[in-house]
């Protein structure tokens, strides 16, 4: 008969699970017969990779911000000058 597991216990840590490089996948079936430290460590891989695809993607969309926020930027700095111009040279002197 099995324990019950004691309530508080922290769980068991991959490093101490006695055997860890001899267990076995039962489930899902697509990975039947697997060893469990080759599973964990492509889903490491897959974690890595997909952190880095999210840091690529928020990487661009910031450097695309900046990008048409400094084009905007000049945009109306060029306007502006041209109002301003308009301005004063319509305005009466004092």
């Known amino acids: 008969m099995e324990k019950p597991p004691v309530i508080g216990r922290k769980p068991q840590l991959m490093g101490e699970i006695p055997n860890y490089h001899n267990v ?4 899902p079936p697509q990975l039947a ?3 469990l430290a080759w599973v964990d460590s492509q889903l490491c891989v897959a974690e ?5 695809v999210i840091t690529i993607t928020v990487l661009v969309t910031v450097l695309a911000a900046l990008v ?17 111009s308009q301005n004063q040279s319509s305005s009466p002197a004092s």
């Open 24 to 27: 076995t996948c039962r489930d």
């Open 33 to 35: 017969g697997s060893q």
């Open 48 to 52: 890595t990779a997909t952190v880095l």
């Open 68 to 84: 048409m926020a400094e084009r905007s930027r000049k945009k109306n700095r060029g306007k502006n000058w041209e109002t301003e």
